[in-house]
C-alpha cells in the first residue's frame, strides 16, 4: 500500500530563518502531489499540488515545492518564514485510487 | 461556489453509545465524498469514500459505518462507540472529474469526537 512520509514531526524556527520540510512516498507509478496546511483553530487547506509539468510548484503565501521523481520526494519549502506560518502541514499523494494519502503532518513553530 | 458543511462541531459521547455525524455538499453535484480521522502523531487516516449514492469502500475495518443517502450527504456512524473512537472527523470531498486532472479534495472543519 501506498505510504508517504514526513521527515520532521516538529519544527521550530525563527522569524525569517528559511524553511524545509521532507516528504516521501512509497509508490512507483503516476502521482498526485499535496500540501495542506492547517493553521490552529482553522479547517485544512490546499496549500499547493503537483499533477504534471514543472516540478517546481509555487503555492499560496510564499510556499514552493519541488517533485523530484528519481528521489520519491515532495519536499515543501519557503525561502523566510513569519510568525504566521505556525501551523501544521500536511503532505499527501493520489496515486491509482480516488483518496489521498496522508502523512502524519509536520508542526512548524515559528517564534519572534 | 462550492462549500462543504460538517455537524455537529464537537460531541460528547458515553462510551456504548450511537454516532451519527453528518456532511453536506453545496454547489456541486455527483462529487466524490470522504470521511477521514485525525488523530495526534498519526496524521490522516482515510475511512471512507464514496464515488455515488450507495456505494461506500472501506479503507479500515473498524468500529465506524458511513452512508450516502443522497448524492451530497454522507454521514459517518457507529452503533457502540469505543474509547478508542475518539478524535477529530474530518468530511471532504472532491470532482469527479479523474484522478489525472489533479482534482484536489477539500475538507470540512471537523467534528471533535469524545468518548467518555
Known amino acids: 500500500a501506498q505510504s508517504v512520509s514526513q521527515h520532521n514531526h516538529h519544527v521550530i524556527l525563527s522569524e525569517a530563518a528559511s524553511l524545509e520540510l521532507g516528504c516521501n512516498y512509497s509508490?512507483?507509478?503516476?502521482?498526485?502531489l499535496f500540501w495542506y496546511v492547517q493553521y490552529p483553530g482553522q479547517h485544512l487547506q490546499l496549500l499547493l499540488k503537483y499533477f504534471s509539468g514543472d516540478p517546481l510548484v509555487k503555492g499560496i503565501k510564499g510556499f514552493e515545492a519541488e517533485f523530484i521523481k528519481s528521489k520519491f520526494s515532495f519536499n515543501l519549502r519557503k525561502p523566510s518564514v513569519q510568525w504566521s506560518d505556525t501551523a501544521e502541514y500536511f503532505c499527501a499523494v493520489r496515486d491509482s485510487g480516488y483518496a489521498l494519502n496522508f502523512g502524519k503532518g509536520t508542526s512548524l513553530l515559528v517564534t519572534p | 461556489s462550492q462549500t462543504i458543511h460538517q455537524w455537529p462541531a464537537t460531541l460528547v459521547q458515553p462510551v456504548g453509545s450511537p454516532l451519527s455525524l453528518e456532511c453536506t455538499v453545496e454547489g456541486t453535484s455527483n462529487p466524490n465524498l470522504y470521511w477521514y480521522r485525525q488523530a495526534a502523531g498519526r496524521g490522516l487516516q482515510l475511512l471512507f469514500y464514496?464515488?455515488?449514492?450507495?456505494?461506500i469502500s472501506s479503507e479500515v475495518p473498524q468500529n465506524l459505518s458511513a452512508s450516502r443517502p443522497q448524492d451530497r450527504q454522507f454521514i459517518l456512524s457507529s452503533k457502540k462507540l469505543l474509547l478508542s473512537d475518539s478524535g477529530f472527523y474530518l468530511c471532504?470531498?472532491?470532482?469527479?472529474?479523474?484522478?489525472?486532472?489533479?482534482?484536489?479534495?477539500?475538507f470540512g472543519e471537523g467534528s471533535w469526537l469524545t468518548v467518555v
Open positions: 509508490y512507483g507509478g503516476t502521482v498526485n
Open positions: 471532504a470531498w472532491s470532482n469527479q472529474a479523474g484522478r489525472r486532472s489533479g482534482n484536489t479534495i477539500c
Open positions: 464514496s464515488v455515488g449514492i450507495g456505494q
